[in-house]
Nanobody, 122 residues
Framework: QVQLVESGGGLVHPGGSLRLSCAAS????????MGWFRQAPGKEREFVAG????????YYPDSVKGRFTISRDNAKNTSYLQMNSLKADDADIYYC???????????????WGQGTQVTVSS
């Protein structure tokens, strides 16, 4: 299994940007699709971005399409989530995950990070 650690969360004003990073340990990072999810207390976890193992395919739900961009650097064992035009509704705990794109659609993954808080407030 791969261990995942997120970073980059914080407080941002509405309309602002943040870039989250997910550092993976282990030599198997490049075989996994990577995903980003978010979850507010008492709500279901939402899949917000996914990227295939080779980086050629990405997925975004309509709620973030055009504002969020997922990327990966297999040489650095790191996945990124660039978030632009942030809204109050985007405030959540964001989780990185490793697994398969089909798993992500069912809110499942092989491995999860511990989460990083994103707060959007003026």
């Amino acid at each position: 299994q791969v261990q995942l650690v997120e970073s980059g969360g914080g407080l941002v004003h509405p309309g602002g940007s943040l870039r989250l990073s997910c550092a993976a340990s282990g030599r198997t990072f490049s075989i996994y699709a990577m995903g980003w999810f978010r979850q507010a207390p008492g709500k279901e976890r939402e899949f917000v971005a996914g990227i295939s193992a080779n980086g050629l395919s990405t997925y975004y739900p309509d709620s973030v399409k055009g504002r969020f961009t997922i990327s990966r650097d297999n040489a650095k064992n790191t996945s990124y989530l660039q978030m632009n035009s942030l809204k109050a509704d985007d405030a959540d705990i964001y989780y990185c995950a490793a697994g398969e794109m089909l798993e992500f659609r069912g809110t499942r993954a092989h491995s999860w990070g511990q989460g990083t808080q994103v707060t959007v407030s003026s």
